[in-house]
């Protein structure tokens, strides 16, 4: 499927960086296997919405559903996920005083606010002047928030587009669903201010399409994974930050500075696994990186032809018994294969959490202080 320069899904990015657009259309797609379980699970969530709101025979539902089922990044527990976000289009349903208009995976147009820019809405409900656009996340590490989220308006003020002539539209809610972090939220806005919104875009729209403008670092760098960030110059210089520590007295940090280089010094180690990554891709492309190459890793010897060794063992006289282990999956294996709710049911009683090994944190971080008296008590416990 084709993408608009400026999608709403990364309109955090460009509205903050509008030179981020062209800069990352000219690198490769990363996005890679989380990218494509993503599709997957808006397939089975599609599929799902469509069977509630429009009708679908049973046997065309479990061939469809089957199809997706055979797909190798297929879990249990997707299931139950697209289960989640049907239930909340339920929800949202209910809201009308009778049976909205309801679209699912439609095509919107913001091209009037952004150049070219368009986009494809989970879902769409419409009725007594209000509009609702609920959009399902699959992910798993950043959190979204739908509280004056750009790629909401964005659909939004599409959504507007091709349906205010007929539905004369007055208020937006706007939904997201993100089960796998246990993440619902919605905020309504009025069509006024919604337009008025969509009104001050439209310069900087136009600088991120023509790619002018200064690139400014902030936080949708890291959480709209930019592709520029291993070389963008505007990135690395936050890195300079660290440099506010040097030249000074006593010749030591103080524990204090320690607390802040810590901080630093994450981002520093983030970026340079970028950068690494950035070159070793490069270096497999046969492109120059000055001073560095590629090298084998380690590597494990292995049986060419693992029958054929296990035969001559066998006929050296070593009993079978001894050439294989009878391994039990582990837990985690377990839980993919029932699903979390499936394995919570029938596994939870069996399930312990032995204390983990000490390990630093920012003071943000929600988890509870580690405590070695404690973790020696747990220790003796789960010992007993
Ligand atoms: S890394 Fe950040 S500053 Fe650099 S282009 Fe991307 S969004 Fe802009």
């Given at each position: 499927?084709?993408?608009?320069?400026?999608?709403a899904?990364?309109?955090?990015?460009?509205?903050?960086?509008?030179?981020?657009?062209?800069?990352?259309?000219?690198?490769p797609?990363?996005?890679?296997?989380?990218?494509?379980?993503?599709?997957?699970?808006?397939?089975?969530?599609?599929?799902?919405?469509?069977?509630?709101f429009?009708?679908?025979?049973?046997?065309?539902?479990?061939?469809?559903?089957?199809k997706?089922?055979?797909?190798?990044l297929?879990?249990?527990?997707?299931?139950?996920?697209?289960?989640?976000?049907?239930?909340?289009l339920?929800?949202?349903e209910?809201?009308?005083?009778?049976?909205?208009?309801?679209?699912?995976?439609?095509?919107?147009?913001?091209?009037?606010?952004?150049?070219?820019?368009?986009?494809?809405?989970?879902s769409i409900?419409?009725?007594?002047?209000?509009?609702?656009?609920?959009?399902?996340?699959?992910?798993?590490?950043?959190?979204?928030?739908?509280?004056?989220?750009?790629q909401?308006?964005?659909y939004?003020?599409?959504?507007?587009?091709?349906?205010?002539?007929?539905?004369?539209i007055?208020?937006?809610?706007?939904?997201?669903?993100?089960?796998?972090?246990?993440?619902?939220?919605?905020?309504?806005?009025?069509?006024?201010?919604?337009?008025?919104?969509?009104?001050?875009?439209k310069?900087?729209?136009?600088?991120?399409?023509?790619?002018s403008?200064?690139?400014?670092?902030?936080g949708?760098?890291?959480?709209?994974?930019?592709k520029?960030?291993?070389?963008?110059?505007?990135?690395m210089?936050?890195?300079?930050r660290?440099?506010?520590?040097?030249?000074?007295?006593p010749?030591?940090?103080?524990?204090?500075?320690?607390?802040?280089?810590?901080?630093?010094?994450a981002?520093?180690?983030k970026?340079?696994?970028?950068?690494?990554?950035?070159?070793m891709?490069?270096?497999?492309?046969?492109?120059?990186?000055?001073?560095?190459?590629?090298?084998?890793?380690?590597?494990?010897?292995?049986?060419?032809?693992?029958?054929?060794?296990?035969?001559?063992l066998?006929?050296?006289g070593?009993?079978?018994?001894?050439?294989?282990?009878?391994?039990?999956?582990?837990?985690?294996?377990?839980e993919?294969?029932?699903?979390?709710?499936?394995?919570?049911?029938?596994?939870?009683?069996?399930?312990?959490?032995?204390?983990?090994?000490?390990?630093?944190?920012?003071e943000s971080?929600?988890?509870?202080?580690?405590?070695?008296?404690?973790?020696?008590?747990?220790?003796?416990?789960?010992?007993k």
């Amino acid at each position: 499927m084709s993408h608009a320069l400026l999608s709403a899904s990364a309109a955090d990015k460009w509205l903050h960086c509008t030179p981020s657009a062209r800069m990352e259309s000219v690198l490769p797609d990363t996005a890679g296997e989380s990218a494509q379980e993503g599709s997957l699970a808006h397939e089975l969530a599609e599929l799902k919405a469509r069977r509630h709101f429009h009708g679908m025979d049973k046997g065309a539902f479990t061939r469809k559903f089957n199809k997706i089922k055979s797909n190798e990044l297929y879990i249990v527990d997707m299931d139950h996920d697209t289960d989640t976000y049907v239930e909340y289009l339920k929800d949202v349903e209910m809201m009308f005083s009778s049976k909205p208009y309801a679209v699912f995976e439609t095509k919107v147009d913001y091209s009037h606010i952004a150049p070219e820019g368009f986009g494809t809405a989970d879902s769409i409900m419409i009725g007594g002047g209000h509009l609702h656009i609920v959009d399902f996340k699959y992910g798993k590490t950043v959190q979204v928030d739908c509280v004056d989220n750009p790629q909401m308006k964005l659909y939004a003020l599409g959504a507007l587009k091709k349906y205010d002539l007929l539905y004369d539209i007055k208020d937006i809610t706007l939904h997201i669903v993100q089960p796998r972090m246990s993440n619902i939220s919605s905020w309504t806005i009025n069509c006024e201010n919604l337009n008025t919104w969509g009104e001050s875009i439209k310069p900087v729209s136009q600088m991120a399409f023509d790619g002018s403008g200064e690139c400014v670092v902030g936080g949708w760098c890291d959480s709209h994974f930019c592709k520029c960030r291993a070389t963008c110059r505007a990135y690395m210089e936050r890195m300079q930050r660290v440099t506010q520590f040097m030249d000074k007295l006593p010749p030591v940090l103080t524990d204090d500075e320690v607390g802040q280089c810590l901080t630093l010094a994450a981002d520093i180690k983030k970026w340079y696994s970028l950068l690494e990554k950035y070159a070793m891709t490069a270096l497999l492309e046969g492109k120059n990186i000055a001073g560095w190459k590629v090298v084998e890793g380690r590597s494990n010897r292995a049986f060419n032809d693992i029958d054929q060794a296990y035969k001559a063992l066998s006929v050296s006289g070593i009993d079978e018994s001894l050439l294989y282990k009878r391994v039990p999956i582990t837990l985690t294996d377990c839980e993919i294969m029932l699903g979390k709710k499936g394995f919570s049911e029938m596994l939870a009683d069996y399930v312990v959490k032995p204390p983990g090994k000490p390990t630093i944190a920012p003071e943000s971080d929600p988890r509870k202080n580690y405590n070695p008296a404690m973790a020696d008590f747990a220790g003796l416990e789960s010992n007993k």
